[in-house]
């Protein structure tokens, strides 16, 4: 394969670029990054010499196809914070629906084999938190923040692309992500470089909402299997049916750090908090035999102890975000 990796210096993109280098040394990787404040280029550094690095916008990338002779795209870029989306969802919109739509005319152009495209659970809305069903590949779409409504805009334009100009596309909603490297805004990492500083984890009011984990390794694994395994056109889950609520979340970073539990403190919920998502991924279970491997609080105390022992890696980002978690309250 030669593979477009988009959002490569990104959490997840970045997680996937290593892998597949070491997995898949015969093929050629180009990694396409924006480098917005959440993309760090140094989450590629042990493969640098191995990949194609290239700074550019997604809006911006059928010429990187033909100059690279690229037959795969694999699509993480997408502005993916939901607090952020909150008080600026205008550029959510256009890297998520607009850039996501030029990515897609690019590779009609083009003529890539496979366009990819990573997706959330979000895009359903929420459950209640004791409904007894999960969301499954056939659930509507019912978003309920500019961030849940920009990826479902950007997950609709890949359909039409399939059922329109016969675009070979596959979708993967996934599972909050969690592991190495990951910007420090989101809860984890948030909750764990404050604890390494002493400093209040801020745990949202609505403390019991919950959400499904999977490990980041995880997902790349998952993404694998339905590039070589899945079904052009076709839709996959990928869940662990393994959910925690925030503050349990908390508890786990403050029980590994031997920190106490007064380092929390509650903060107003952002606007349009969901309470739930769980995902039915029992088909790509059943159709492609992907299974989770690494278990949720192991995964969870490494990926602790990996921050706790790389501040070399996340002190440099610390207010990068443009977002404050304890500042709802000042919102109208």
């Given at each position: 394969m030669r593979l477009l990796v988009t959002g490569a210096a990104g959490f997840i993109g970045s997680h996937f670029v290593r892998h597949w280098v070491h997995e898949h040394p015969e093929d050629g990787v180009v990694a396409l990054d924006a480098l917005t404040y959440a993309g760090t280029e140094s989450n590629l550094t042990d493969v640098r010499e191995r990949i194609t690095f290239v700074h550019a916008d997604i809006a911006d990338a059928e010429q990187v196809l033909r100059d690279h002779g690229i037959n795969t795209i694999v699509n993480f870029a997408a502005e993916s914070h939901n607090s952020l989306a909150v008080l600026d969802p205008g550029r959510f919109f256009r890297t998520n629906v607009l850039g996501t739509q030029a990515l897609l005319e690019a590779a009609r152009r083009v003529g890539v084999?496979?366009?990819?495209?990573?997706?959330?659970?979000?895009?359903?809305?929420?459950?209640?938190?004791?409904?007894?069903?999960?969301?499954?590949?056939?659930?509507?779409y019912r978003p309920r923040t500019p961030y849940n409504a920009s990826k479902a805009g950007g997950d609709h334009a890949v359909r039409s692309y399939y059922e329109t100009f016969g675009l070979p596309v596959t979708i993967t909603n996934c599972a909050n992500n969690y592991g190495s490297h990951q910007f420090p805004e989101k809860v984890l990492p948030l909750f764990?470089?404050?604890?390494?500083?002493?400093?209040?984890?801020?745990?949202?009011a609505s403390k019991d909402n919950r959400r499904e984990w999977i490990h980041v390794l995880d997902h790349v694994r998952a993404i694998e299997a339905v590039l070589y395994r899945g079904r052009i056109g076709e839709t996959y889950h990928v869940g662990t049916g393994v959910e925690a609520s925030v503050e349990e979340i908390a508890n786990l970073?403050?029980?590994?750090?031997?920190?106490?539990?007064?380092?929390?403190?509650?903060?107003?919920?952002?606007?349009?908090?969901?309470?739930?998502?769980?995902?039915?991924?029992?088909?790509?279970?059943?159709e492609l035999g992907w299974e989770p491997v690494v278990e949720f609080e192991t995964g969870v105390r490494d990926t602790v102890r990996w921050y706790a022992d790389n501040r070399d890696w996340w002190e440099p980002l610390l207010g990068r975000s443009p977002v404050t978690e304890v500042a709802w309250a000042h919102k109208s």
């Open positions: 084999e496979r366009f990819h495209h990573i997706s959330t659970c979000e895009v359903y809305g929420d459950l209640a938190l004791d409904a007894e069903q999960a969301f499954t590949e056939e659930s509507p764990t470089t404050h604890a390494l500083d002493r400093r209040p984890l801020p745990v949202y970073v403050l029980d590994e750090l031997d920190l106490p539990a007064s380092l929390k403190q509650e903060v107003p919920d952002r606007p349009g908090h969901d309470r739930r998502y769980l995902l039915d991924s029992a088909k790509i279970r059943r």
